[in-house]
Nanobody, 121 residues
Framework: QVQLVESGGGLVQAGGSVRLSCVAS????????FGWYRQAPGKQRELVAT???????NYADPMKDRLTISRDNAKNTVYLQMNSLKPDDTAVYYC???????????????WGQGTQVTVSS
């Protein structure tokens, strides 16, 4: 099991910035990728950014210029820096950990409880 606890959300004005944090605990040695997803009211959960154990990053195209995902291995913490926020960025942001189960590549996803980011216009 992997436990994830997010923090850093809140109310932000349009054009502002926010940094989300996700602290991982438990069997993190199986995790080969951490990520951030978001879900706005009435919409499906969507990928925001991911970072592999090797440090490779991936961003959702519409947002990539405004995002930075990073990790501090010593603190078992993953961060998401979001800049130039827009009202459309309002959503619950979820931390994700993908744990590899076997050599065939089977995996299991773990999720945090989410942190609300609200961007006011």
């Amino acid at each position: 099991q992997v436990q994830l606890v997010e923090s850093g959300g809140g109310l932000v004005q349009a054009g502002g910035s926010v940094r989300l944090s996700c602290v991982a605990s438990g069997k993190t040695y199986n995790v080969n990728r951490f990520g951030w997803y978001r879900q706005a009211p009435g919409k499906q959960r969507e990928l925001v950014a991911t970072i592999s154990t090797g440090g490779s990053t991936n961003y959702a195209d519409p947002m990539k210029d405004r995002l930075t995902i990073s990790r501090d291995n010593a603190k078992n913490t993953v961060y998401l820096q979001m800049n130039s926020l827009k009202p459309d960025d309002t959503a619950v942001y979820y931390c994700n950990a993908r744990a590899v189960l076997n050599v065939e590549g089977a995996y299991r996803d773990f999720w945090g409880q989410g942190t609300q980011v609200t961007v006011s216009s």
